[in-house]
């Protein structure tokens, strides 16, 4: 496409981004580590070729996309309400994906190794539960939305809670 | 006439379109857009049941009341990651 | 120093390394990215500036080099018994390294996040348990290489088992 | 005299040697080593308790027998990572 869209929020301890363009996780690297930091966490989300049986072409993303910013910072909250000093970057790829590229790339740094790792998992556990994110499967006989057949949950509160889950 | 905004997506945007203005009147909430939207569009009422949703970019839950002008997004499962 | 010296150890499915040049994480995330992986978890240890009181000016690692590398592949293989799948990276560090510096660099593939999380969370507590390395802490007022002040432990065994702990 | 090399490492390496030959003798394990070195490096004896010890290059028990040209580490905690 002739431009490739970006869009961002950056707060001083987070940086949360949604592009056309491939993501380099090297940035998400640096805005994360600091000299208070001895932990880094890197957790990239890539484009499976095979599931089961089928084999994916490719793929493409749509968002709501102010939306997902902002419950992207909200989970990046839940992180620092157990890691206070924790610095976070998320960055979700958008549009046409091929097999290999990554998707999603969530860093974490914090001052000691356990947080770190809780905190990347507990980021990409939310954006699969909660960020208004969708991908469309691509093969060779057809596609489909993922999601559209998974089994049917209600959503009384219209989605999770932020507190269902500490990190 | 004062609406509000509805956004669509993924294979329910696809079907029934990723946007429209719906009418708004004092006491709608986001439960009685979705009945009246389903009576219009099968495929609401088919996804209904496995809707998240969302006024304002914020998640509410089917009793939320609605005002003029709010924006309100009907969330299939969400599979991003 | 004039030359900088390098040791390694590849596999078709591993890469080990001890470098005393600054580590560049990227060529291990694309050692182990491969069509049939869905997620890559990457930690990176970093070396933190203040520990408690004191204030760290730099780090000194020295390792048994040839064992260490025989024992990052064993760890290796941990991973892979749990997740035959697996590809794996891990370069450490060696000689002088300034706060900020990255000591340590996992990265595990996987098809599946879980997966991912665990062999890379298993390598580094493997790494801090038996892996012959050792770090010297360099302060204004000093210098200790940690862990001869640790309490003490004895290894009838020789060292910790293989089988110790499972991924 | 047939010998076995002694690695040691960080804070014991700096204190006694990083490097050394130690007389052999059949049935000498780790430990009967480990004893001898201690009367001539008080420093060994100090660490002894802490120590993982490897016999070429994997880690071995206490009891180990050691064989001429053996290449044997005396390992004081780790730090790595």
Chains 1, 3 share one sequence.
Do not use: C
């Amino acid at each position: 496409m002739a431009t490739e869209r970006k869009m961002e929020r950056k707060t001083d301890w987070g940086w949360f981004a949604l592009s056309e363009a491939p993501i380099d996780p090297m940035p998400l690297v640096q805005f994360v580590t600091r000299p208070e930091m001895g932990a880094v966490n890197v957790f990239l989300g890539t484009v499976r070729e095979w599931t089961g049986e089928r084999q994916t072409l490719y793929l493409v993303y749509e968002a709501y996309e102010a939306m997902a910013l902002l419950t992207l910072e909200a989970i990046g909250e839940e992180v620092r309400r157990r890691s206070p000093k924790a610095r976070v970057a998320v960055h979700h790829r958008l549009g046409r994906l091929e097999v290999g590229d990554v998707a999603v790339a969530i860093a974490v740094g914090t001052p000691h190794r356990a947080d770190a790792f809780e905190g990347s998992r507990h980021i990409i556990e939310r954006i699969k539960e909660m960020v208004p994110i969708w991908k469309k499967e691509h093969w060779a006989d057809g596609s489909y939305w993922v999601g559209d057949q998974l089994e049917r949950v209600s959503y009384p509160a219209g989605g999770p809670a932020p507190a269902d889950r500490k990190p | 006439m004062e609406t509000v905004r509805i956004l669509l997506f993924a294979g329910l945007g696809e079907k029934v379109g990723r946007q429209m203005e719906w009418p708004w009147r004092a006491g709608l909430t986001i439960e009685g857009l979705i009945e009246e939207m389903g009576e219009r569009h099968p495929e609401v009422r088919a996804y209904a049941p496995t809707l998240m949703t969302a006024v304002n970019a914020v998640y509410r839950p089917r009793s939320w009341e609605l005002r003029a002008g709010d924006e309100v997004a009907l969330i299939p499962p969400v599979s991003g990651g």
